[in-house]
Nanobody, 124 residues
Framework: QVHLVESGGGLVQAGDSLRLSCAASGRTITYWAMGWFRQAPGKEREFVATINWSGDKTRYSDSVNDRFTISRVNAENTVYLQMNSLKPEDTAVYYC?????????????????WGQGTQVTVSS
């Protein structure tokens, strides 16, 4: 069992930055792929970013590419999402997810465990 806890969300203004953290416990995630997804009110949960087990492969949604950066520190069992140049449309609950398959994937079905989410609100 993997337990994921997100932190770092909050209320910011457009153009600001935030860094989300996802701390894993229960099992080491060293060989697991990790992903960030988000869900805005009234919308489906959507892919944001993913990183493979070794950290040398990442993928991003078109809407956040060049603004967000996903990274991981396996020794700390932690994954990060650095979010720069935030826009009001980035407002959502952000979820961390873990995939035992190891390879970076944008598909929700590839992920076995999910955190409870952290709210990010960007005001204009």
């Amino acid at each position: 069992q993997v337990h994921l806890v997100e932190s770092g969300g909050g209320l910011v203004q457009a153009g600001d930055s935030l860094r989300l953290s996802c701390a894993a416990s229960g099992r080491t995630i060293t060989y697991w792929a990790m992903g960030w997804f988000r869900q805005a009110p009234g919308k489906e949960r959507e892919f944001v970013a993913t990183i493979n087990w070794s950290g040398d492969k990442t993928r991003y949604s078109d809407s956040v590419n060049d603004r967000f950066t996903i990274s991981r520190v396996n020794a700390e069992n932690t994954v990060y999402l650095q979010m720069n140049s935030l826009k009001p449309e980035d407002t959502a609950v952000y979820y961390c997810a873990a995939s035992e398959f190891g390879e970076a994937s944008s598909s929700r079905s590839e992920y076995n465990y999910w955190g409870q989410g952290t709210q990010v609100t960007v005001s204009s």
